[in-house]
């Protein structure tokens, strides 16, 4: 007994002394197995994947209390790439070498309480190996509470600051704990993760809210033994997943799945004390991130000696596309890019003066080297404008460039500063401008980043401002507010305040062209500073007194602001009681254009302003289209999470009759961010000036009287405009940025009239140009561009980067020969052209080729391993022809050469990838398609080996197999070519996983010119033009006269049907017609040539018969060549009772197949006015029978979602008429009768200018126009 009470006593005392929390024992040497794996791919089975694989052994040994030595033995490094189940994992022993060299080198990490501190490595060792280290250690790092079953922690890990949640299991048989660690790694308050090149893509958080295109989770489980000096771990086990897809992850994704492991080997006693070499301090367990600009993850290659590489590689490209884009080479630029990165400053300067006296050397340099984006860039720009060894043209488009792609960090936006006070730099008042824009989106974007964002970055824009102001110098003013609109720096609002009346507090009298750059200078601070600019913008608008384009601006502003129903309200109500109409009209189209926005920006706006919209429309919902509009069309797709949304402003006021500004803008909505594309508007100042609020002889109605009565006034446009005023102001906006603007003036339009005037001289730049072309030009440019380059990079558990990265490239090249004959030549002005007969032979090429990829994966400077989608859309227009003009004859003959070769016009090819690229052997590099069927691999990677990495297990779903392969070609046997559209698309997908899967496999589609086998043999198409007026030729007679009796007999069926007095005026109306002699006015002939042989083709001629009351004209066209007959006529009359009608006749001489069609107005007094238009047929093709079935399919569905009521009855079955009557002052009512049916509509809304707007076109104010 006593003995059994000393054997619990003994086991009760061991339990107490035994202890689960987590610690290691500075007396102790712990052996452990590690692996680390990750894959990518579709998570389906039959799908290629990519993968790599890391083992190794870790030691770890106690150096004090708190710091430990960590030593990497037996590292093994695997690359996976083709498909689960057939593929295995192959070793890549160089690259091991490489990563071992480093690895095995010892590491010092302090240690206290169950979590890694600091982490110490030799200077030699890459960032890279120690994040590989950090993966390894993030399995001590834990936090281990015995108190507590289920637990939550905010805490420092690999991933960064982020949320824990812990839960913790006893086993009662084996005594160890099993505690389970998962991560939030989406919502981290400070997250290791870095975004490149989204600066100018604003968040969209509630995109986010529909669905996300990454979600991430991560799972620890530790096996935790209990000793007397605390918690050992016996085993442990890290899994990460993510689901990433360029649209929203509900609809299918690419799947990442990163797994480590590390197992107890063996614990010892340390023997001895341990001594430790220098390290350097490398920071604590979050992940940290290297530079990463000269690694792509699209491309990996030997980067050494890259100035001779970069080098020969130019000289490459330039002679592969000399003449025509060399589609095939076109990736070649991305590893240009990358060497370009590598090569430090001096080689830059090195490779400079290399290539300076090589124009197409120089071109392909100068295009390329902006994509070095660091510190070495601006110092060879800064060389470059020093010695003033570019020209205007290369120093705007270099340093464009450059700035957009420049990485926005402090000392390099300090350093970009020098290039505003450069003296070169103003030396061309375009370079002078696109320095200081292109400066103002540098700061945009370095404020993108850095937050707060350091007012001195803008300080030289501000002081431009304020000097301009104090001068009065208004180029530099509008310069200035233009580059601080660029900016969008909060700390400039102070500045733009100055120049805003009504809000500065010393109001100064400035233009129009001032104060709407100052007033459009807020639209990037709007959404960093929505309630400064609420309050100015709103002070701005409700100040009457402005111009109404000032407060329509203003306007505009506000709603960037996003403001809440509160301010609408405000808004709504100051609008009621507004007299402008301009602004009315403006403010009312805006609200309504957002009350239907779709768009996941805008919901809660689009709820205030459709609320808005329902209190103005009793007042303001009829308002004509003459006044000042916002046009907005937009539309946003949850499964896609994408859309677009296209804004159109025109802004007027009561004094003018044409827009004073128009602008076009539009916007992309992409995986939860907004991307503005083009923006272009123009300001017409200097043409209010010539037109003023009236035109002399002007109605308004836009016929030729009206174009008459403009022209008259622009012949006086000198006498009208001032000396010193802007005659247009346009401008352009790329990503919300503003990059050119452009003021045109009296003198540089006197500049072009002068240039091209038939009494210019040989002093004429355009005599200069013809000069050159009579001795032959050839002339070539090539140009390569990097659309955009974004980048993501995430940690994930085992230290290696996860990078997404979207590239878009674009090879531009244009070549054209020429060479031109004239005949007499010039000898004294350009007039003489106008009696010369000109010849000009010409051949060339114009074409695009545009590369994208989107790229997952791991990407580091020793491997990448990922998945990679690639498309190509290569364009390719080449010509060789020859003409002849004669003007005075105004005759033009135009000969193109057959080509006997198929050529590619626009392809689209694109495929998904697995893919696996490593340092050491980066020409081995494999590629193999996601999807099996895909037929275009680099690399069979298919090996009957056991399987490695195996599918989920479950059941899986179903994929269908879809291989579409069309070819649809029309083509010509008379000319001998024809066009052909061939498309084939490989896929296999899950009705689960839409839309991502419709997506992805082989793509090809084209648009090609082909040759076509002809009856006889074909040279060339000549496509000749005679514009002169004469009787019409004798061949014709016959065709004339018949046409003629024809036009009588349809003129009498419809006299038959019609009232007394019409008909006898329509006969009259056709008697005169048809007794008058027609005139040939125009011809064209399109013709297939061969030496001697008769030519086949086509012959158009349009003849006018000239008469007082009617406008007539006839159209024959004729198939020329040997037993052929066939032509199609039509009749065209046009009565000053505002009649029209047409007679079309076609076939064997005109009369096999008819169809005629009429339009008229009438309004008889007690009627309404009334618009008929109404098609008949005779007899028609079978071919167009069958579309008008297909088309009729659709009428009644679509009358009635249009808001039609359809009414069954018989109508002529050969005939399509249509009504259309004037029901009230703003509404009509329509009427279409179909053979078997009629749609009808009444009422129908259309905001038509009022009676009392026709009287007094310019009057426009509320009272004026009748409005309660």
Not at 168 to 182: A, G, K, L, P, S
Not at 238 to 246: A, D, I, V
Not at 868 to 894: G, Y
């Amino acid at each position: 007994m006593r003995g059994l009470v000393l054997c619990c006593l003994v086991a009760l005392a061991t339990c107490q002394s035994v202890r689960y929390e987590f610690s290691l024992n500075p007396k102790k040497t712990y052996e452990y197995r590690y692996e680390g794996l990750v894959n990518f791919g579709l998570g389906m089975p039959n799908m290629a994947e990519s993968g790599a694989k890391i083992t190794c052994k870790v030691k770890i040994v106690g150096v004090t209390a708190q710091t430990f030595l960590l030593h990497v033995s037996d590292v093994a490094f695997e690359e996976f790439n083709g498909f689960p189940g057939k593929s295995s994992f192959t070793a890549a022993p160089k690259l091991t070498q490489r990563i071992s060299a480093q690895l095995v080198k010892p590491f010092m990490f302090d240690f206290a309480g169950g979590h890694v501190g600091n982490i110490h490595a030799s200077a030699e060792v890459s960032d890279n190996v120690v994040n590989i280290i950090r993966g390894v250690l993030s399995f001590f790092h834990v936090t281990v509470k015995t108190s507590q079953r289920v637990y939550e922690l905010e805490e420092v890990g690999i991933h960064g600051m982020c949320q824990s949640n812990y839960a913790i299991e006893d086993n009662q048989d084996t005594r160890d704990m099993t505690v389970t660690q998962v991560v939030d790694v989406t919502n981290c308050r400070e997250k290791a993760e870095v975004y490149r090149g989204m600066a100018s893509a604003v968040l969209d958080d509630i995109s986010k809210q529909k669905g996300n295109s990454i979600v991430s989770t991560m799972r620890y489980v530790y096996t935790i033994k209990p000793t007397a000096e605390g918690g050992l771990i016996s085993r442990a086990h890290g899994l990460e997943q993510q689901l990433f897809s360029p649209f929203n992850v509900k609809g299918g994704s690419f799947r990442m799945k990163a797994s480590k492991e590390i197992v107890l080997l063996d614990v010892t006693d340390t023997p001895s004390a341990v001594t430790v070499s220098p390290m350097e301090n490398r920071g604590n367990i979050v992940y940290k991130f290297m530079d990463a600009t000269a690694h792509l993850p699209i491309v990996m290659q030997n980067l050494d000696d890259p100035v001779s590489k970069a080098v020969e590689l130019i000289k490459r490209l330039a002679e592969a596309n000399a003449n025509q884009i060399d589609s095939a080479t076109s990736e070649d630029t991305i590893k240009l890019y990358q060497l370009l990165r590598m090569v430090p400053y001096e080689g830059l300067e090195v490779m400079w003066k290399q290539f300076a006296s090589n124009d197409e050397h120089r071109r392909w340099f100068l295009d390329t080297v902006v994509e070095v984006s660091d510190a070495r860039i601006l110092k060879f720009l800064e060389s470059r404008f020093h010695t003033g060894d570019l020209s205007a043209s290369e120093a705007v488009q270099t340093l464009l460039l450059a700035f957009h792609h420049l990485q926005a960090i402090p000392e390099l936006v300090e350093m970009a500063k020098m290039f505003l006070s450069v003296p070169f730099t103003k030396s061309n008042v375009y370079l002078w401008r696109t320095v200081a824009l292109s400066y103002g989106s540098l700061v945009y974007k370095y404020c993108a980043y850095y937050t707060p964002c350091p007012l001195a970055a803008v300080q030289p824009l501000l002081d431009l401002a304020t000097e301009s102001l104090r001068n009065k110098d208004e180029d530099d003013m509008v310069l200035a507010l233009r580059a601080l609109g660029n900016a969008g720096h909060p700390g400039s609002v102070k500045t733009i305040m100055r120049f805003l009346p009504g809000v500065a507090a010393n109001p100064v009298d400035l233009s129009p062209r001032v104060l709407n750059a100052a007033v459009q200078s807020m639209r990037l601070i709007a959404p960093r500073d929505p309630h400064t600019i609420q309050d100015i913008s709103l002070s701005l608008f409700l100040q009457k007194e402005l111009p109404a384009e000032m407060r329509m601006l203003a306007f505009i502003i506000l709603f960037d602001t996003k403001p809440p129903m509160a301010l609408v309200s405000t808004v709504t109500a100051h609008l009621q009681e507004e007299k402008d109409l301009h602004v009315v009209s403006f403010a009312y189209s805006y609200l309504r254009s957002m009350a239907r926005s779709r768009t996941p920006d805008n919901p809660f706006l689009s709820t205030a302003c459709s609320i808005a919209v329902k209190i103005l429309a009793p007042k303001y919902g009829r308002l004509s289209y003459h006044f000042s509009r916002t046009v907005r069309l937009d539309w946003f797709n949850d499964d896609f999470l994408i859309g677009t949304a296209a804004e159109g402003f025109m802004l007027k006021n009561a004094r003018e009759l044409f827009p004073t500004e128009v602008t076009m803008k539009g916007k992309l909505y992409f995986i939860g961010r907004i991307l503005q594309l083009l923006e272009v508007g123009f300001r017409a100042d200097g043409i209010k000036d010539i037109f003023g609020s009236s035109i002399p002889g002007f109605k308004g109605d836009f016929t030729v009287s009206d174009f008459q009565a403009i022209y008259r006034q622009l012949q006086n446009w000198e006498t009208q405009l001032k000396s010193n005023r802007t005659l247009l102001q346009v401008y352009s906006r790329a990503s919300g940025q503003e990059w050119f603007f452009a003021d045109i003036n009296r003198e540089f339009v006197r500049s072009v009239i002068d240039a091209v005037s038939p009494s210019g001289g040989k002093d004429s730049p355009v005599w200069a140009a013809i000069e050159n072309l009579q001795k032959g030009i050839s002339w070539h440019r090539t140009k390569s561009f990097l659309i955009f380059e974004v980048r993501y990079f995430q940690a994930t558990i085992l230290g290696l980067p996860l990078e997404i990265s979207k590239y878009y490239q674009a090879l531009n090249g244009i070549t054209v020969n020429a060479k031109a004959e004239i005949n007499p030549p010039p000898t004294e002005r350009l007039g003489q052209l106008l009696t010369s007969e000109m010849s000009l032979e010409t051949d060339g090429f114009v074409g695009c080729t545009k590369d994208f990829w989107v790229f997952y994966g791991i990407n580091t400077e020793l491997f990448q391993s990922g998945a990679e989608m690639k498309s190509k859309m290569p364009t390719a227009i080449p010509w060789k022809l020859s003409a002849k003009v004669n003007v005075r004859e105004r005759k033009f003959v135009l000969d193109v050469p057959l080509s006997k070769k198929e050529v590619a016009l626009v392809s689209v090819s694109s495929n998904v990838y697995a893919v696996s690229r490593n340092s050491e052997e980066p020409a081995l590099s494999r590629r193999t398609p996601m999807m099996p069927c895909a037929i275009d691999s680099n690399d069979e990677v298919v090996r009957m080996a056991p399987a490695v990495v195996q599918p989920e297990t479950g059941a899986m779903p179903k994929p269908n197999t879809w291989h579409p392969k069309v070819k649809m070609c029309t083509d010509s046997n008379i000319y001998g070519a024809g066009i052909c559209v061939e498309s084939e698309l490989r896929r296999e997908y899950y009705h689960e996983e839409y839309p991502l899967y419709y997506f992805l496999g082989y793509t090809n589609m084209s648009l090609k010119a082909v040759p076509v086998q002809t009856n006889k043999a074909v040279d060339k198409i000549r496509i000749e033009v005679n514009a002169g007026r004469g009787h019409h030729p004798t061949s014709t007679q016959e065709l004339l006269e018949t046409l003629r009796r024809l036009t009588k007999e349809a003129a009498m069926r419809v006299q038959m049907s019609s009232e007394s007095a019409s008909s006898e005026i329509d006969s009259s109306s056709h008697d005169t017609m048809l007794n008058s002699t027609p005139e040939a006015v125009f011809s064209i002939r399109a013709l297939a040539m061969n030496g001697n042989q008769k030519p086949e083709g086509y012959d158009t001629v349009v003849y006018y018969t000239p008469e007082a009351k009617l406008q007539s004209t006839q159209l024959i066209v004729s198939q020329v060549g040997e037993s052929t007959n066939w032509k199609m006529c039509m009749d065209t009359l046009v009565d000053n009772r505002a009649e029209a009608k047409a007679h079309v006749r076609w076939g064997a001489e005109c009369q096999s197949f008819e169809m005629s069609l009429r339009a008229d107005t009438a309004r008889l007094p007690g009627s309404k006015p009334t618009l008929k238009a109404k098609v008949h047929w005779t007899r028609i093709p079978d071919g167009m029978i069958e579309l008008a079935r297909c088309v009729d399919r659709y009428i009644p569905g679509m009358a009635f979602l249009l808001g039609f009521k359809q009414q069954h009855e018989r109508n002529p079955k050969q005939e399509v008429s249509a009504s259309l009557v004037a029901a009230s002052a703003d509404s009509i009512n329509v009427r279409i009768q179909f053979p078997e049916y009629t749609v009808y509509r009444q009422a129908i809304p259309v905001p038509l200018p009022p009676a009392s707007l026709q009287e007094s076109q310019y009057n426009t104010t509320v009272e004026n126009l009748g409005c309660v």
